[in-house]
């Protein structure tokens, strides 16, 4: 089975500063790995994804995440933050090749933004 | 292109009493999947389908019931509501490689 965890349920950083989520996973198959942002009352927008291409991935908005399969990692960063970073970040593991029968998602982390 | 649609985006629930959540996509897509989320939680995989008149059970069916009789819909079923079900309901959909494209939710309380 298939399991995602987010290290922090809040990071707080400031408007300029490097930004780090984690993520770690376990997964019975290769995985396909996404990182998803969700504004207040919105669903959930993709930032990027890992589909066993380059191990560096650029994303939307300035975001990057790189794979590492020997630390079973996918964590995310954002050089700068910007105020309009604050949101919620979920990692999540496709439940097989490509995610054809579903996600399982972290329990996310709340990004804030202090000015 | 509107992407993923469900309604409706609010609604309150008594015990016992029953409702349909829709879901519609114009993308075409053959996989569609429910989940629902929960406050400080992440999202939990209720139903998926990939493709008319196929579906397959998620991490967290009971409950629920769904259907598929064509390509853009995938209506949720909910039967005897219960005060476990006040959640956040995400409908998505995908090629089935790769990336899900989420529908806005429907926030939903059962009291």
């Known amino acids: 089975a298939q399991s995602v965890t987010q290290l922090g349920s809040h990071v707080s950083v400031s408007e300029g500063a490097l930004v780090l989520l984690r993520c770690n996973y376990s997964?019975?198959?290769?995985?396909?790995l996404f990182w998803y942002v969700q504004y207040p009352n919105q669903g959930l927008q993709l930032l990027l994804k890992?589909?066993?291409?380059?191990?560096l991935v650029k994303g939307i908005n300035g975001f990057e995440a790189e794979f590492k399969k020997s630390e079973t990692s996918f964590h995310l960063t954002k050089p700068s933050a910007h105020m309009s970073d604050a949101a919620e970040y979920f990692c999540?593991?496709?439940?097989?090749?490509?995610?054809?029968?579903?996600?399982?998602f972290g329990k996310g982390t709340h990004l804030i933004i202090q000015p | 292109n509107a992407g993923v649609t469900q309604t409706p985006k609010f609604r309150i629930l008594k015990i016992g009493q029953s409702m349909t959540l829709q879901c519609a996509q114009d993308?075409?897509?053959?996989?569609m999947y429910w989940y629902r989320q929960d406050p400080g939680m992440g999202l939990k995989l209720i139903y998926y389908?990939?493709?008319?008149?196929?579906?397959d059970k998620g991490e967290v069916p009971n409950g629920y019931n769904v259907s598929r009789s064509t390509t853009e819909d995938f209506p949720l079923r909910l039967e005897l509501a219960a005060p476990s079900q006040t959640s956040v309901y995400f409908c998505?959909?995908?090629?089935?490689?790769?990336?899900?494209?989420f529908g806005p939710g429907t926030r939903l309380t059962v009291t």
């Open positions: 389908s990939v493709g008319a008149g196929i579906t």
């Open positions: 993308m075409n897509h053959n996989y």
């Open positions: 999540a593991v496709s439940n097989s090749g490509g995610g054809a029968d579903g996600l399982t």
């Open positions: 998505a959909s995908s090629t089935g490689l790769n990336e899900q494209y």
């Open positions: 890992y589909t066993s291409a380059a191990t």
């Open positions: 997964s019975s198959v290769p995985p396909y």
